[in-house]
């Protein structure tokens, strides 16, 4: 079974920090990873989706890497600001076939004026 | 509005009572998921469905839970006999299948379920 965790659980920060938020997975024969958003009481808002065959996808202040062979992804968020405060959360699919996705708990992260 | 849409947005009843929670996916989009989330936790998968067909169903699933995708568009799961551990957010997503490319999930805002 594919365990997705997230460290740390939660990260506090002064504005214009750069963020850094881990995810491992035990299973590399992913074949997506997807990287949300989720503010509290609110549904997933996608960020950024890498493909198994891709090492980094980037999208504005985001940039998200995956290195599958070690089982795990890194998103960086580049000059933080107080309305990036949320839950991020990381999700990997196994195949096309079977694309339910395995979540982490998150990191709650909150970016200080 | 394009995205997914989830009604009811809150739902508070009675243990004992039955619910049903609608979802309308993108609508060009061939699956749909739902997922359930308790506080602190990631979403856990329950259910899918390729067009109509419910592909799969996650031991979480209980007798009591059922969904359904008539003509493939829209979704119901609906609970039985709600029990207070059965109070979480849940979630509906949907995706294109497009073979060998990679298929982005979109979520909803989610159906907030409290039991009392």
């Known amino acids: 079974k594919q365990e997705v965790t997230q460290i740390p659980a939660a990260l506090s920060v002064p504005e214009g920090e750069n963020l850094v938020l881990n995810c491992s997975f035990t299973?590399?024969?992913?074949?997506?990873l997807q990287w949300f958003r989720q503010d509290p009481g609110k549904g997933l808002t996608s960020l950024l989706l890498?493909?198994?065959?891709?090492r980094e996808q980037t999208s504005g202040r985001l940039n998200a890497s995956l290195d599958k062979s070690s089982g795990r992804s890194t998103l960086y968020i580049a000059a933080s600001q107080p309305g990036d405060s949320a839950t991020y959360l990381c999700?990997?699919?196994?195949?096309?076939?079977?694309?339910?996705?395995?979540f982490g708990a998150g990191t709650t992260v909150t970016v200080r004026a | 509005d394009t995205g997914v849409s989830q009604d009811p947005r809150h739902k508070i009843t009675k243990r004992g009572q039955n619910v049903t929670f609608r979802c309308d996916p993108i609508?060009?989009?061939?699956?749909l998921y739902w997922y359930r989330q308790t506080l602190g936790q990631g979403p856990e998968f329950l259910t899918y469905?390729?067009?109509?067909?419910?592909?799969?169903k996650s031991r979480l699933l209980s007798d009591r839970f059922s969904a359904e995708r008539p003509k493939g568009s829209f979704s119901t799961l609906e609970i039985q006999r709600t029990e207070q551990g059965d109070s979480a957010m849940y979630l509906c997503?949907?995706?294109?299948?497009?073979?060998?490319?990679?298929?982005?999930?979109?979520f909803g805002q989610g159906t907030r379920l409290t039991v009392v």
């Open positions: 609508s060009e989009h061939n699956r």
């Open positions: 997503a949907s995706s294109l299948e497009r073979g060998q490319w990679g298929t982005e999930a979109f």
């Open positions: 469905f390729q067009n109509e067909a419910q592909l799969e």
């Open positions: 299973d590399s024969a992913i074949y997506n």
């Open positions: 999700a990997v699919s196994r195949s096309s076939n079977d694309y339910k996705l395995s």
């Open positions: 890498i493909q198994s065959s891709q």
